[in-house]
């Protein structure tokens, strides 16, 4: 088995197909077997028991619509902006971990670049050095994606420590790239 159980997650959605969280595998178990959520994909791993095994849930959707806090405003953060550029340096495209990564202003803050959404990246250390005081278009080093404020980012952080986000969810993330 190429994944250890404890990091299997599941994406929660919401009867409207708008994505709620991320929980634990068991939390996805529990809510399948109160009848609460149907199942619409699967991870290739297994839960066993004494008597009986189960496919783990990878995406589940609320029988019914839950009204909870809208996501209308995602706080900007240094782990923020990683999830959001999928810890992926957004200049060589390269992916790094949480300890290789650095942000990025855009507009270099010496120039009154702004610390906020659209105007930070993730990048490794390498290229922010190259980069230095310059915009990307002086440091002729184009951007892979315009910065922007995400709609939506996990409640509970994925833990990217070498786990790859599951594809199937990025069709329910609406995620680019």
Known sequence: MSHSLSSIRSLLLNASYEPMRIVSWQKALILWFQGK????????????????????????RLKTYVRGRTHTHVRFCRENVYIR???TCQY?????S???????HVMPASREGKKEW?????ACRSCNQKKAN????????PLLRE????????L??????????PMVWKQYLRLSG
């Open 37 to 60: 959520v149907e199942v619409l994909e699967y991870h290739s791993v297994f839960a066993r028991s004494v008597s009986s095994s189960f496919k783990l849930p990878s995406v589940l």
């Open 85 to 87: 550029d999928n810890y």
């Open 92 to 96: 060589c495209g390269n992916r790094f």
């Open 98 to 104: 949480t300890k290789h990564l650095t942000l990025d």
């Open 118 to 122: 659209h105007n930070v990246v993730s």
């Open 134 to 141: 310059k915009t990307p278009h002086e440091a002729r080093m």
């Open 147 to 154: 910065p922007k404020m995400p709609a939506w980012l996990p």
């Open 156 to 165: 509970m952080e994925f833990e990217v420590g070498g786990e790859e986000m």
